[in-house]
């Protein structure tokens, strides 16, 4: 099935966006953080007003993927941070999972690192996200760091940091 990505630029591919990560962070993060720290994450990274400071202010990227014309699921990227490219979000929807969208993601990502003049994407993972550690290990990546960060609220995120040559 062909991917296409599509930059988000417009109010409503934003409110897209936000619509598809609640679920996917409902059923990834709420046996890993339990249901409140996952509301909170959500609110803070993935509700509209946060993608869009994440635009506005952050120098993120957000691409849908879109297979068949439907939104099967985003990336977000940060361009030049730390002189790599930031892999903060890649989230498939339920529904276009087992479809082979990472292998067409990770070949976006370094094609954008190219045209970046950039040499390496890194991202962070949750240390309990063990099935988006393995995908990641599949295609490449490898542990350099690991790290905890306060969110606030009592939250923190406690996570690897994965990193993959392009």
């Given at each position: 099935m062909e991917v296409v990505f599509k930059r988000v630029e417009t109010p409503a591919e934003i409110e897209t966006v936000a619509r598809i990560a609640e679920p996917i962070w409902h059923e990834t993060y709420d046996g890993i953080t339990g249901p409140a720290a996952t509301r909170y994450m959500v609110e803070q990274f993935q509700s509209v007003p946060a993608i869009r400071r994440q635009l506005d202010a952050e120098g993120y990227v957000y691409y849908l993927m879109l297979c068949g014309g439907e939104a099967a699921g985003f990336v977000g990227l940060?361009?030049?941070?730390e002189g790599k490219m930031f892999l903060s979000k890649l989230y498939v929807s339920k529904a276009h999972r087992g479809e082979g969208l990472p292998r067409a993601v990770f070949d976006f990502v370094a094609e954008r690192c190219r045209a970046e003049g950039l040499d390496r994407i890194y991202l962070t993972v949750n240390k309990r996200n063990t099935h988006a550690i393995e995908v990641y290990r599949h295609f490449g990546f490898y542990e350099i760091d690991a790290v905890v960060t306060d969110i606030g609220c009592g939250y923190v995120m406690d996570?690897?940091?994965?990193?993959?040559?392009?």
């Open positions: 940060v361009p030049h941070k996570d690897y940091i994965l990193q993959k040559d392009v």
